[in-house]
C-alpha cells in the first residue's frame, strides 16, 4: 500500500521516492540479452492475438478463408471505413463511455468519501463498516446477477443504462474503498492538525486538503473502475435488451453474430473496440500497477 | 500534466458533492478540534452527522444492490418462479435437491474445481519465473511491463471473439501449424472435449498470467537488497538465493494472488460464455457453474431455480475463501514481521 502512497505525495513523506526520482532521472543499465530474449518471445505471445484481430480487419474475407494466417495482401482499410461509418458503433461508443465514465465518477466520489470517514474518524462500528466493504470482494457480480436483474426490473432500470451504472458503482466501491483507505491514513496528522488550527473543520480539511492530496489514488481507483466498466459483459447483457443501449461488449457480440461470415469485419470491430481501453490503459499504465500492487498489499 | 487535467475531471463532481454537503446542514463546520483523532467518545452530533453524510450513500448503494440481492437470492431460491409478480409457488429445498443430483452442474463444479488448481497450477510458477527475469533493472523494463499487461486490460468480449475465430478448424491457428510443417497438430480447438477445457486454461493463462506477474514485480520491490548482498557474500548462488530468499519474502503476494485467482476460478463466466455459448460449453466439457446458471435460470426463464444455483456458487466460494483464509492466509501474521522489517 505504501508503494501508491509514498511515490505520489512527495518527498517529504519518506525515503522511498526520493530514491525512485533519482533513478528515473539515470538511464537504467542495458539488461543482460537472454533477459531481453526471453521477454522479447512472452511479448509476442500476448501480442500475437492482437495483432491477429487488428491486422485481419485490414484483409478481405476471400484473403482470410484461403490464407487464415497470412499478412493483408493488399492492405484494405473497407471494413474500418465500414465500421467507423456506422451509426451503431458510434452510438455503442457513446453508450460504453456515458457508462464508464458515470461509473468512475459515483464509485470515485461515493468511495472517497466513505473511504475518508474509515480513515480519518474514529467512530464504534468503524470496524464493521470497513468488513463489511472488504466483504463485498467476495460478492462478484456473477453471483448476485439474477436477483439483481429483478431488483433492476423492479427499479424500472431495464434497458437504461442507468441501471448498469448503479450496480457497477456499487460493486466497484469496495476495491475503491480498500485501495483508498491506507491511502487516506497516510496523510500526516500534523496537516490535518495544522488545518484545525487555522479554523478548518474536518469537512473543510477533507474539501482542502484531502482531496488534492488523494488525486494519486483517485486516479489509480478511477481508471479500474473505468475499465471494468468498459469491459463489461454480464451486467449489460442481463439489463439491457434494446440494441440502442447496447455498450461495446455486447455490440462485438451481436455484430459477430450478425455478420457471423463476414470475418474481416468482425475483426475490425473488434479491434476498435478494445482501442479505447488499451488507449486509455498505455496512459495510465503507471497508476494502474501501483493501484494493483497497493491494493494487494494493504 | 494530462494526468492533473484527467483527474481534475474525474475528482470533478466529487468536489461539486462536497461543496453541497458543505452549504447543507448549518453544524457541517464543526468546532474546530484541537483532540488528536482516533479518541472515541470526543465524536458529538457534528461528527456523526458528518460520518452519516459521508458515508451514508456509499453504504446505501452497497446494501441496496450487492447485500439485498444477496439475500434476495436465498429468498427466490426457494420458489418456483417465471420472474413475474411476487413469487408463490413454494417448493421448498426443491430446487437445491434438483441442482445438487443435475449431472450437468456436477459436471460444471467439476470443470471449476480443475480450472481452479490449473490456473494456479500453470501460472504460477510462470510468473514468478518472468517477475524474477524481468524484476530486475534495465533498460526497456517499463515498456516490458505494459505489452505483458495489455492482455488483462482487453474486454472479455473481445478475447472471446478473436480467439473464437483463431481457433476454428479453418482458423489462423491450424493454419499456422500446416505451414510450419506440424500439420498432424491441427485439432478442432473448441468442440474436442478432450482438449476443449486445455483450450479454455492456454486463453486464461494468456489473459491472466500478467496481472500475477505485474503483483509479483510488485512484491518482489519489498525485498529488501542487503538480503541479496548477504546472501552473495555467503557463497550463495542464483536459485540458492531465490529459493531461499525471494520465494519465502514473495509468499504473502503469491497467497493473495491465490485467494484472487480462485475466487476469479470460481466465477468463470465470460469468455466461456462467449466463445463456447451456452450451449456448447456441455458438450465440450468447459461449462462452468455461472454459465450453468445463466442457462437454465435466466435463458430457461426460471428465475427461481437461477438464483438458487447463485446461492450455490456463493456458498461454494465463501467455504473455499474461509477454508483458505483459515489455513493459509492465516500464515500472514508471520508475514506480516517481514512486512515491518520491509517498511524500515
Redesign the interface.
Known sequence: M??IATTDLGPEFSAAPRRRAR?QRE??????PI??F??LI??A???A??L??VV?GFRSNSQI?V????WPAPWKVENYLAVLSSPQFWQQVLNSLIAASAT???A???????A???A?????GRGV?YA??AA?????I??????????IRDLGLMNSLAGVI??Q???A??TT?IILVPFLRTIP?EI??AS??D??????F??RMV?PLS??G??TV?ILAF?GS??S??LPL?VLNNEATFT???G??AF?SQYSVD?AK??AF?SL??LP??VF??????R??GG??GA??G | M???E??GA??????D???H??GGPGS???????T?????RR?GWN??L??A???G???V??L???????V??AY?GFFRWQ?YGPPTDFVGLQNYVTILTDPTFLEAVGNNAFIVVASIVLQGPVAVL?AL??G???????I????????Y???????G???G??LQT???????LE?IGLGALTNDWIANPDIAIWTLMAILT?KYV??AV??FL??L??VPEELYEAAALDGAGYWQTHWRITLPLLAP?LR??AFLSI??AL?L??LVY?IWGQYVASTAGTSTM?TY??AN??NAGN?GY??A??VV??LI??VV?LIYQRFVLRRDTAGAIT?GKK?R
Open positions: 505504501t508503494a533513478r538511464p537504467l543499465p542495458w539488461g543482460n533477459v531481453y526471453v521477454a512472452v511479448i505471445l500476448m501480442l492475438p492482437v491477429y484481430i485481419g478463408t490464407d487464415p494466417a497470412g468512475t465518477a459515483g470515485v466520489a461515493l468511495g472517497l468519501m466513505a475518508y470517514v474509515i480519518r474518524y474514529s467512530f464504534r463498516l463489511l466493504f463485498g470482494l467476495m460478492f462478484p456473477t453471483v448476485a446477477i439474477t436477483p439483481l436483474y429483478i431488483v448503479l450496480p458503482i456499487a460493486f466501491l469496495p474503498i496528522d490535518q492538525e484545525f488550527i479554523g478548518c473543520g474536518r469537512l473543510g477533507f474539501w482531496l488525486i494519486p483517485v486516479i478511477g475499465i468498459w469491459n459483459y454480464l442481463f461495446l461488449p455486447l462485438v457480440q459477430s470475418t468482425v475483426l473488434t473496440s478494445m481501453a488499451l490503459f498505455s496512459l495510465f499504465e503507471r494502474i500497477v494493483l500492487t494487494v498489499k | 494530462t494526468l492533473r484527467t483527474s474525474i475528482v470533478g463532481p466529487r468536489t458533492l462536497a461543496q454537503e458543505g457541517v463546520i464543526g468546532p474546530p478540534l484541537s488528536p483523532r482516533r479518541r472515541p465524536s461528527a456523526r458528518e460520518i453524510l459521508l458515508v450513500p456509499a453504504l448503494m452497497f441496496g444492490f450487492v447485500i439485498f440481492p444477496v434476495m437470492a427466490y420472474g518472468l527475469l524481468l530486475r533493472r534495465m533498460r526497456g523494463q517499463s516490458i511491463r505494459v505489452l505483458i499487461f495489455v492482455p486490460v482487453i474486454a472479455e468480449v473481445v478475447v471473439t478473436g480467439f475465430l483463431m479453418n482458423g489462423a491457428l491450424n493454419d499456422l505451414s494468456w500478467g496481472f505485474i503483483l510488485a512484491g520491490q519489498g503476494t493473495i494472488w475466487i476469479g466465477q463466466f465470460d462467449i455461472a446458471m445463466v435460470g435466466r428465475y437461477g438464483n444455483v447463485a456458487i456463493f466460494s465463501l475463501a512486512e517498511s
